[in-house]
């Protein structure tokens, strides 16, 4: 469609030399596809009308990006070259390959008037009649009906400039819906609201205009308007599955469930739907499971989710519905529903380029928090949207705040990232010191004590001279060998020269336990907190003793209170402090029959862990607290606590 150019002489001539080439040629066939698009896109830079070029840039962009990729880089060359043959049939392999055979048909008369050969084409007239149909493009002439396909061309490319450029002033029916998705994608949602409300009104029945526009209401915050086109939608006859696929999905977005159903039976119904590719009806049947498990039909979800995989084995919302990690989602009719989180792609392209700025990209996304929600709940597979709200709950937004406290306790997205929603809420003062939070910890939900405490992970300092300090390496060492005398001797050559120094101490007294000198050991735990009052692990190690020892004593357990009195108080703790403290706590409360209480300490707790010291740490943890059994086990847990060597070093 371009006007054809008229080289100079210079330019003509103009050509990388032959080393090059054989470079980029050696490349592709060593399958070094990215290096070869960057020695590609420098060496078009210089020639730009290179043929040799922009084939192998199609062959590299169709490893490296995808075939729509390519085919935009073979519509570019075939427009940049109109007399090329090879640029020519190149564009006509892609256009008949991905089903633009109005735009094939096109590109076959070039190929033909250049002396190529072009089997299947011409189309037959009838077949014309019939695309055009199919377009809902009667009354259009073929240059419009050709721009629709280039335009569509772009926009499963995501040049999304490229196809509102294309589709500018084409009237036909899909032209006008796929221009306001480029819209949408470049982060004009109200432009692109305003246009499909204008299709639908133009055309009642153009569903996948209806669909879109409810769901750009539900963007903008308008949830009343989205659901007062929630009916019109529900009622809507699909015609294809390019409407079908809308309607349900914004239906479920709507929570809309049973409409979502129905309207899935009417579209397994239709004629088209045998017909329909197999990816089309895996996504179909995907969503009609969807709607099933979340009207609590789980037996039937499973059925489609199964038929979805039937109709393509890859299909990865029904694979990850039907395993077991899914489980207690499914249950719970939490389907994992939509593949992509619909945000606008040049929004998101720019955020994840912008490694300066990614805070001022967050702030410029429109989207409400009513459609950020609809698609956490849809179980869109990005962490994006808890991200967004974290950040829009930073700037003093209530309703974000309430929507992290709430994503908290559900059994969708991991660990991680419903313990970062706590914590952000913690940090912002949005959870008062102490409050209960429910939290889902894999396996149910749980109330959790967040504290106001800063929890740190910096390396402990045992503030002996090096070589008192490698005495005391030496003492861990010889422990956890169980060599518990020799442990001993050189914790006691520590004593001589610091006599009160209170991680010496401490390891003593664990010696002393593990050689079964009970006596001794609570003895020595009583003289380190008389002289160091403040010192955590002291008192918890002391309060733990006395827990043990019970026996119906409730004077040691007021005892045991009075030593933690005061320290879940405390402004900064290390990890190991914390275990330590908040473990002892739960021991505490076991034993006082308050087992809620110890269960949400201990779930407290697993939201810290973040390596395999940490869950060895409240694996113990639990195991003393299931057995509250003479502490033999536990007194190796409090020593691997008592960190005061190197922080690569064990303690006994």
């Given amino acids: 469609m371009a006007k054809n ?4 002489k210079s330019q003509a001539k103009a050509r990388p030399d032959a080393a090059q080439l054989r470079a980029i040629e050696r490349l592709l066939e060593d399958g070094q596809h990215e290096a070869a698009l960057r020695r590609i896109g420098a060496a078009l830079r210089r020639f730009p009308d290179h043929g040799g070029l922009h084939r192998a840039l199609v062959e590299a962009l169709e490893y490296t990006k995808g075939a729509r990729v390519a085919e935009l880089a073979a519509f570019a060359w075939a427009e940049r070259r ?14 008949a390959r991905h089903g633009r055979l109005l735009l094939a048909d096109w590109t076959a008369e ?22 055009v149909g199919q377009l809902g493009a009667r009354d259009a002439d073929v240059d419009a009906m050709v721009r629709s396909e280039i335009g569509r061309l772009h926009l499963e490319a995501k040049d999304f400039a490229g196809t509102l450029h294309w589709l500018d002033g084409v009237e036909i029916p899909s032209a006008r819906n796929n221009r306001a998705l480029a819209l949408f994608h470049l982060d004009r949602a109200a432009e692109a609201l305003t246009v499909f409300l204008a299709n639908w009104e133009r055309e009642p029945g153009n569903v996948f205009a209806l669909a879109w526009a409810a769901r750009l209401r539900l963007y903008q915050g308008a949830a009343a308007g989205a659901r007062a086109l929630a009916a019109p939608l529900a009622a809507a006859d699909a015609r294809r599955f390019e409407d079908a696929l809308p309607q349900i ?20 119904a239709k004629d088209w739907f045998d017909g329909a590719a197999d990816l089309q009806r895996a996504t179909l049947h995907h969503l009609g499971a969807s709607a099933a498990c979340r009207l609590g039909d789980l037996d039937a979800a499973r059925q489609w989710w199964r038929a979805a995989l039937d109709a393509t084995a890859d299909f990865t919302p029904a694979r990850h519905n039907l395993s077991p990690s899914a489980d207690l989602a499914i249950a719970s009719r939490l389907p ?13 392209t720019a955020l994840f380029a912008d490694e300066t700025n990614g805070s001022g990209q967050l702030d410029r996304l429109t ?9 956490y709940l849809g179980g869109a597979p990005t962490p994006l949207i808890g991200i967004l709200l974290k950040r829009r709950a930073q700037q003093a937004d209530p309703s974000a705040a309430e929507l992290l406290r709430d994503f908290a306790r559900l059994p969708l997205g991991t660990k991680h990232e419903r313990v970062g929603f706590i914590s952000a809420l913690g940090e912002l003062g949005c959870i008062r010191p102490g409050e209960a939070i429910p939290y889902f910890d894999g396996e149910q939900v749980r109330d959790v004590n967040v504290m106001g405490t800063e929890i740190h992970r910096e390396p402990n300092e045992s503030g002996l001279p090096p070589e008192l300090d490698a005495l005391l390496i030496e003492a861990i060492r010889c422990f956890n060998e169980d060599s518990f005398d020799a442990a001993e001797r050189r914790l006691n050559d520590i004593l001589a020269q610091r006599p009160e120094h209170p991680i010496a101490l401490m390891n003593l007294a664990t010696v002393r336990s593990a050689q079964g000198r009970t006596e001794d050991s609570l003895r020595l735990l009583r003289d380190l907190v008389d002289k160091h009052p403040d010192y955590l692990f002291g008192r918890c190690s002391l309060a733990q003793r006395l827990i043990d020892q019970r026996l119906n004593d409730q004077g040691a357990l007021e005892e045991a209170q009075q030593l933690l009195d005061g320290l879940m108080e405390r402004p900064r703790l290390h990890i190991q402090e914390v275990f330590l403290l908040w473990g002892t706590q739960a021991m505490l409360a076991t034993v006082r029959g ?9 779930s407290s707790l697993d939201m810290l862990v973040v390596d395999d010291e940490d869950a060895r740490r409240l694996d ?16 190796q847990v409090i020593g691997s606590v008592l960190n005061a060597a190197p922080a690569s070093e064990e303690e006994p």
Avoid: H
């Fill in 5 to 8: 150019r008229i080289a100079t």
């Fill in 82 to 95: 109109p007399n090329s043959l090879p640029a020519q049939e190149a564009m006509l392999g892609f256009a």
């Fill in 110 to 131: 070039k190929v033909r008037a250049l002396g190529g050969r072009t089997p299947g084409f011409p189309l037959d007239p009838g077949l014309i009649e019939t695309l």
């Fill in 249 to 268: 999905e914004t239906l479920l977005m709507l929570g809309e469930d049973q409409a979502a159903w129905s309207a899935f039976e009417r579209a397994r």
């Fill in 336 to 348: 994992c529903i939509f593949e992509r989180d619909y945000l606008p792609l040049a929004w998101s």
């Fill in 367 to 375: 989207a409400a928090n009513c459609y950020l929600e609809a698609m």
């Fill in 594 to 602: 308050q087992e809620a209480a110890a269960a949400s300490l201990l």
């Fill in 620 to 635: 113990d943890m639990k195991d003393a607290i299931a057995g509250l059994n003479p502490m033999q086990r536990f007194a």
